[in-house]
């Protein structure tokens, strides 16, 4: 079984920064993706970005260019650099990690990031 923790959320007002962090327990194989998500209060759980094992970068359309996805390989760590955040990037921010071969998904209990004045 693979365990996920995220650490780093908290209350940033409206323009700050917050950088997230998701450390994996146990083996991720060497080929995967490690990404995060989040969900507001009423809405389905959305993706924000990822990055697999071979360098590729994905982002949601709603943070690019605000937010920066990045890997520590040796640590089994992946962190979400949010800048310039705004009041509806508050949610619960998720991270997650999908093996291929066998195919496995994991997923950590969350962190709130509540952007507010």
């Known amino acids: 079984q693979v365990q996920l923790v995220e650490s780093g959320g908290g209350l940033v007002q409206p323009g700050g920064s917050l950088r997230l962090s998701c450390a994996a327990s146990g083996s991720i194989g060497s080929t995967n993706a490690m990404g995060w998500y989040r969900q507001a209060p009423g809405k389905q759980r959305e993706f924000v970005a990822a990055?697999?094992?071979?360098?590729?970068?994905n982002y949601a359309d709603s943070v690019k260019g605000r937010f920066t996805i990045s890997r520590d390989n040796a640590k089994k760590t992946v962190y979400l650099q949010m800048q310039s955040v705004k009041p509806e990037d508050t949610a619960v921010y998720y991270c997650?990690?999908?093996?291929?071969?066998?195919?496995?998904?994991?997923w950590g209990q969350g962190t709130q990031v509540t952007v507010s004045t």
């Open positions: 997650n990690v999908v093996i291929v071969g066998p195919y496995y998904v994991s």
């Open positions: 990055a697999t094992s071979g360098g590729n970068i």
